[in-house]
């Protein structure tokens, strides 16, 4: 009884999934990545297993609050790729210019990462150590321009003013978290950040080199690996921007037990 109550209250977060997968699949068709697609068994069930966490995810959590996630990772997400295009930080199939199903696929990422940070704040003992949020965040942004190495050189003006104020809407958005809540929301980033970036880049999606020949400076690495700035400094602070602006534009908090809500 209490489960189908759940799936109730949760009907316009499944609506929003499925919605959200049928405008995937159309734009990925009319973009040309459909076919590298459905040729993937791995992708396929890669894509199968976020479609679970996302359902799950949306029992337990405020369809209000889903959905503006939903929205939010999508056009941040979407963002993301036009900055990380025009800096030549990766190509999309070869030369192909659009990338909209890229958003639609950061729309699943964020509602994944909400369910497995949810699954990973359980692991972690309470931290209410607010002061380590400051710094888990500086160490976040300061991974970008290290690990960047040769290519911050080349990095536009568009890639810092994008990612800086990033850094600085997450130290406000996550202050008054428990330490432990920032952990699990960073750890669930880079689990899903790191699986997603390869999972499209090994059927041929997107190459993270700036040519379809090759990386116009010199990489120790392949194409197809994804590189650390990018799954360990940008897609936390992508992922607590969507969180944060989904908290503020709801009006509402996570759905979860009364014993969760004590540890946010």
């Not at 209490?2 to 995937?24: D, Q, R």
């Not at 202050?175 to 699990?184: A, E, M």
Request: hydrophobic share 55%.
């Amino acid at each position: 009884m209490e489960k189908l109550k759940n799936v109730n209250n949760a009907k316009w977060s499944i609506l929003a999934l499925f919605l959200l997968g049928g405008l995937f699949a159309l734009s990925a068709y009319l973009e040309g990545y459909f076919d590298p697609i459905v040729k993937s068994n791995k992708f396929l069930l890669f894509f199968a297993v976020v479609l679970i966490i996302c359902l799950l995810t949306s029992l337990n959590i405020n369809s209000k609050f889903f959905v503006w996630l939903l929205v939010l990772g999508f056009f941040i997400g979407l963002i993301t790729q036009i900055i990380g295009t025009f800096n030549n930080l990766w190509i999309y199939k070869e030369t192909a210019k659009s990338y909209v199903s890229a958003g639609f696929l950061w729309a699943f990422s964020a509602a994944t990462m909400l369910g497995l940070s949810l699954a990973i704040k359980k692991l972690f003992p309470v931290i209410d150590r607010k002061a380590n949020n400051v710094l888990c965040l500086m160490v976040l942004f300061l991974i970008i321009p290290i690990f960047l190495g040769k290519l911050r050189t080349g990095m536009n003006l568009n890639f810092w003013v994008f990612y800086f104020p990033l850094f600085v809407f997450g130290v406000v958005a996550t202050y008054r978290l428990k330490f432990s809540v920032l952990l699990s929301l960073v750890l669930a980033a880079w689990i899903m950040g790191n699986v997603s970036e390869y999972m499209g880049s090994s059927i041929g999606l997107w190459r993270f080199c700036a040519t379809p020949e090759g990386s116009e400076t010199a990489r120790s690495i392949a194409c197809w690996s994804p590189p650390l700035y990018l799954t360990f400094g940008c897609w936390p602070l992508i992922f607590l921007t969507q969180m944060g602006l989904s908290f503020f534009l709801s009006q509402e908090h996570l759905n979860m037990r009364s014993e969760d809500k004590a540890n946010l």
